[in-house]
């Protein structure tokens, strides 16, 4: 379908929820849960722990996966937008997710819902690529959490583009061996949400079945002979280094106390700091690894999850200075990180460095485009919502006048 007709096909399919919603939108759940709270994995360190130089060496053909999701509130409804995009260095643009009017090198044939809408007494059809339930099969009525829809669209947007678009790009190009397919953000995540018994089945059963989907998309890249590595930019967001006792143990004999309420971020910057101080870290710096870990995973019902193996990977910006590095976390499967030891680090390494990106050059890339496609989108979408008669509410007008002023990317 044309991408104009797919919008004004879901304008008029919104349109029939007038009258439909309450004028006055339950409350949220106070403390609202979100995918982004981690449940715990236990960390091992995998030798000493300290900053160790890490050469970079230029990577094998790289494939990055990145998605992006924002939100339009609606008198009717409330929607979430969600994009994805598939990019190489090497290969260019492989693939958006919806579609744009290019003509890519790979195609998928099944369709993702790529909108998810959630309003009360609807039980209207919508078309195939909008999500009226989450994916345990529940709707979404008005007390669902906003923060987790937006979550599991994306996520199962991921899922979908690992295991069908990816793969595809895996088959057409069967010569290309040691390909890196490079996730943002956790190989596999899962929330503590999923785990907790007192949550509501309608979290639970959706998060589980995400976390599914994702061991078997990671699988099936495994079993295509190419490497998964997830790569974590929100280290401020992550509270597992403070509470792994070798980290804890380093810091304390070099006079610095760390505690578990610190974030992996401030404990590799106290480390960083000291170890520069103390002369461990020479000048001029060079990226450095800190780690690396074995993760076990948690329990997760009726799943078997392989550990992972991370590493924290910062690059200095400056040779003689600390001020403004670049740091995320990698994450590999055991079962691979066996195979190729720390040379997967010293790619992913290589395509920041050698690319003087600071950042994995083919994340940022398909970070950039999918955010840009979201915005286009989301732009798109409001217009056909008010242009058929839907009134957006007060935030979200002001976030379209505000991106019509560029004043957000």
């Known amino acids: 379908m044309e991408a104009r007709s797919l919008m004004l096909e879901l304008a008029s ?6 009258g439909v919603r309450e004028q006055v939108e339950l409350e949220e ?50 929607l979430v937008i969600s994009t994805a995009s598939i990019v190489s260095v090497r290969l260019g643009v492989l693939l958006d997710y919806p579609p744009l009017w290019f003509k890519y090198p790979i195609d998928v044939e099944t369709a993702c819902p790529f909108i998810a809408v959630k309003a009360e007494g609807y039980e209207g059809d919508m078309p195939a690529y909008v999500a009226t339930r989450n994916p345990a099969g529940y709707r979404y009525d008005l007390a669902y959490s906003r923060s987790v829809m937006h979550d599991e669209l994306r996520y199962s947007l991921e899922n979908f583009m690992l295991s069908e678009a990816i793969a595809r790009v895996l088959d057409a190009w069967p010569g290309i061996y040691h390909r890196l397919v490079i996730v943002d953000g956790p190989l596999y995540a899962v929330p503590r949400l999923a785990l907790r018994e007192e949550a509501p089945a309608y979290y639970r059963e ?7 989907g ?3 998309a990671v699988r099936l890249m495994a079993s295509k002979g190419s490497i998964v590595l997830g790569v974590v930019k929100r280290l401020d967001e992550s509270f597992t280094l403070a509470r ?43 990226a450095v690894i800190v780690g690396p870990f074995k993760a076990k995973p948690p329990k997760v019902p009726g799943l078997d999850l392989e550990p992972k193996v991370v590493a924290y990977v910062v690059v200095p910006k400056h040779p003689y200075t600390l001020r403004g590095y670049e740091v995320f976390r990698v994450e590999a499967l055991e079962s691979q990180y066996r195979i190729f030891g720390d040379t997967l680090f010293s790619w992913v390494i290589g395509d920041a460095v050698l690319n003087a990106s600071g950042l994995p050059l083919s ?17 798109w979408i409001a217009r056909s919502l008010e242009e058929s008669g839907i009134p957006l509410s007060y935030d979200s007008r002001v976030e379209v006048e505000r991106e019509l002023r560029g004043e957000r990317l």
């Open 206 to 212: 959706g998060l589980l079945a995400l976390i599914e």
């Open 214 to 216: 994702r061991v078997r």
């Open 244 to 286: 792994v006792h070798e980290v804890v143990s380093t810091c304390a004999r070099m006079g610095m106390h760390v505690h578990g309420e610190l974030s992996d971020l401030t404990v590799l910057d106290l480390l960083l700091h000291e170890c520069l101080r103390r002369g461990l870290l020479k000048t001029p710096l060079e």
């Open 29 to 78: 759940d106070l403390v609202e849960p979100q995918m982004t709270e981690q449940a715990p994995w236990h960390y091992e360190a995998l030798g000493e722990v300290g900053v160790r130089p890490m050469t970079p060496v230029k990577p094998p053909p790289i494939v990055a996966l990145d998605s992006s999701s924002r939100g339009i509130e609606t008198a009717y409804a409330y």
């Open 363 to 379: 994340l940022k890339l398909a970070d950039a485009r999918c955010r840009v496609w979201s915005r286009m989108l989301f732009l």
């Open 13 to 18: 399919a919104l349109s029939a929820l007038r």
